[in-house]
């Protein structure tokens, strides 16, 4: 079965202080990986997918950037955070490029 | 520009009944609809999907009524339970897929 981690759980970060969260898939070689952010209470708002490794395409600019290191890893970063930058990071996988299966989640807080 | 629209934002039914979500698209070149379920605090899980091939397609209590000449979509849980109590999201994508578009979502409380 495939397992999905996303780390850390959660981050309470600065304005103006860099960000790296992370995906790993475990059980699936090869997947289709996505990153998607939701505000509080909001919609999901897709950022980021990768088909494979090194290849990461932009969905929507957020002063946001994504790589994709290793087949099963798939990192988000900034330099810089800003305030709009709080909210629920969520990692996603596919085995087709249709359904996708999401991660638990990265809780944000920037102040 | 809102390409997914859901509606209700928020409905309350009782055990047992049965709770009607509706959802609607613009993109003519969407054809992959799948509904996703999301708990306070949790990543969404994929609940059911449909493909504009179908009209309708069931699991269990719950029932995706598609309509393709409207572009409208509707997912139906029978036989409400508090259990079923989250926030339901509509999504789309065209054939290429990787892009899935995402409602606003509605969210359903079960009172017992």
């Known amino acids: 079965a495939q397992t999905i981690h996303q780390w850390p759980v959660a981050e309470i970060k600065a304005v103006g202080s860099p960000l790296s969260l992370g995906c790993t898939i475990k059980?699936?070689?090869?997947?289709?990986l996505y990153w998607y952010w939701q505000a509080t209470g909001g919609t999901l708002q897709q950022l980021f997918y990768?088909?494979?490794?090194?290849?990461v395409e932009s969905v929507v600019q957020l002063n946001l950037s994504a790589s994709r290191p290793k087949d099963d890893q798939f990192i988000l970063s900034t330099e810089k955070l800003l305030l709009s930058h709080s909210g629920f990071y969520l990692c996603?996988?596919?085995?087709?490029?249709?359904?996708?299966?999401f991660g638990p989640g990265t809780r944000l807080t920037v102040l | 520009q809102q390409q997914v629209r859901q509606s209700p934002q928020s409905l309350t039914v009782w055990e047992g009944e049965t709770a009607i979500l509706n959802c609607s698209y613009e993109?003519?070149?969407?054809?992959?609809f799948p509904w996703y379920q999301q708990f306070p605090g949790e990543g969404p899980a994929l609940l059911i999907s449909?493909?504009?091939?179908?009209d309708k397609k069931e699991d269990g209590r719950f029932t995706i009524f598609f309509n393709k000449r409207e572009k409208k979509l509707s997912l139906h849980i029978t036989d409400s339970q508090p259990g079923d109590s989250a926030t339901y999201f509509c999504?789309?994508?065209?054939?290429?897929?990787?892009?899935?578009?995402f409602g606003i979502g509605t969210r359903v409380l079960v009172r017992p």
């Open positions: 449909i493909r504009s091939v179908s």
């Open positions: 996603a996988w596919s085995p087709s490029a249709e359904e996708q299966y």
């Open positions: 999504a789309a994508s065209d054939s290429a897929g990787n892009k899935l578009t």
């Open positions: 990768s088909i494979t490794v090194g290849q």
């Open positions: 993109d003519s070149t969407f054809n992959y």
């Open positions: 059980g699936k070689s090869s997947p289709n």
